[in-house]
Nanobody, 120 residues
């Protein structure tokens, strides 16, 4: 069983920065892909960034490239999302997720409860 707990969300002004954290517990050794997703009311959840454990390959949705950075502290089992130059369009509920498979674009198996980011 894997538990994911996000933190670090909040309200920030346009152009500001936030760091989201995701604490992972349980059997984390087989979680090959870790990712951050976001969702706004009435819209589908989208994958913002992901990182693959085996080779460190990262993915970013086009709208956050150059502004967001995903990283993982394997020793402390924590996933981070550094968000800079935030825009109003970044306002959403952000979710941490993990999957066992190595194709990080596919469906994720484990989800956190979400943390709200509001940019205004």
């Amino acid at each position: 069983h894997v538990q994911l707990v996000e933190s670090g969300g909040g309200s920030v002004q346009v152009g500001g920065s936030l760091v989201l954290s995701c604490a992972m517990s349980g059997d984390t050794s087989r979680r090959n892909c870790m990712g951050w997703f976001r969702q706004t009311p009435g819209n589908e959840r989208e994958r913002v960034a992901s990182i693959r454990s085996v080779d460190g390959e990262t993915y970013y949705i086009d709208s956050v490239k150059g502004r967001f950075t995903i990283s993982r502290d394997s020793v402390n089992n924590t996933l981070f999302l550094q968000m800079n130059s935030l825009k109003a369009d970044d306002t959403a509920m952000y979710y941490c997720a993990a999957r066992d498979g190595v194709v990080c674009a596919r469906q994720y198996d484990y989800w956190g409860q979400g943390t709200q980011v509001t940019v205004s």
